[in-house]
T-cell receptor, first 113, second 116 residues
Framework: EDKVVQSPLSLVVHEGDTVTLNCSYE??????LLWYKQEKKAPTFLFML????IEKKSGRLSSILDKKELFSILNITATQTGDSAVYLC?????????????FGQGTILTVHP | DGGITQSPKYLFRKEGQNVTLSCEQN?????MYWYRQDPGQGLRLIYY???????QKGDIAEGYSVSREKKESFPLTVTSAQKNPTAFYLC???????????????FGPGTRLTVL
């Protein structure tokens, strides 16, 4: 059974802090790893990682994938209150035409002013 | 504006009643998905459809049914057979995740279903 585990489950920081969120996985037929940010409603796409060791960046957010050790990290530098959200990690698998997404439990990030 | 819409935002249902959640997309995506989210848990796949008139069960399909008569629409019915239906339901869509494409899914705003 495919498994995706995120840690920590929740995190409370103050504005300006740097945080690292972890995502480890055990799956068959890995295709890609995705990070989403979920504020009250719809998860919004952050990154898709397919190759090991290549960092993806978007402003203060960055992510990297290690396919040998089967994990990914999401870094947020200089956190702001607007970064407060649930961060979801999902792994896409599938050797055929369908790429199934298996989600982790999510990390609840709270940023205090 | 391209996107995914779900209605209603909030839904209340009495035990024993069936209820249908709407999901529409105008992104011209081939594939559509239904997920369930419970507090402290990630998203779990209920059903998915890769093309019109075809759909497959996900990990937790029992007590749910779907149809895919049009490319834009993928309604989910929560039946009285679903033992614990109170949850947040998310619909998603993606381009057909084959032929070298990765399965980047786009989500709707969700429907919160409460069974009284």
């Amino acid at each position: 059974e495919d498994k995706v585990v995120q840690s920590p489950l929740s995190l409370v920081v103050h504005e300006g802090d740097t945080v690292t969120l972890n995502c480890s996985y055990e799956v068959t037929n890995f295709r890609s790893l995705l990070w989403y940010k979920q504020e009250k409603k719809a998860p919004t796409f952050l990154f898709m990682l397919t190759s090991s060791g290549i960092e993806k960046k978007s402003g203060r957010l960055s992510s990297i994938l290690d396919k040998k050790e089967l994990f990914s990290i999401l870094n947020i530098t200089a956190t702001q209150t607007g970064d407060s959200a649930v961060y979801l990690c999902a792994v896409e698998t599938g050797g055929t035409s369908y790429g199934k997404l298996t989600f982790g439990q999510g990390t609840i990030l709270t940023v205090h002013p | 504006d391209g996107g995914i819409t779900q209605s209603p935002k909030y839904l209340f249902r009495k035990e024993g009643q069936n209820v249908t959640l709407s999901c529409e997309q105008n992104l011209n995506h081939d594939a559509m998905y239904w997920y369930r989210q419970d507090p402290g848990q990630g998203l779990r796949l209920i059903y998915y459809s890769q093309i019109v008139n075809d759909f497959q069960k996900g990990d937790i399909a029992e007590g749910y049914s779907v149809s895919r008569e049009k490319k834009e629409s993928f309604p989910l019915t929560v039946t009285s057979a679903q033992k614990n239906p109170t949850a947040f339901y998310l619909c998603a869509s993606s381009k057909f995740p084959g032929q070298g494409l990765y399965n980047e899914q786009f989500f709707g705003p969700g429907t919160r279903l409460t069974v009284l």
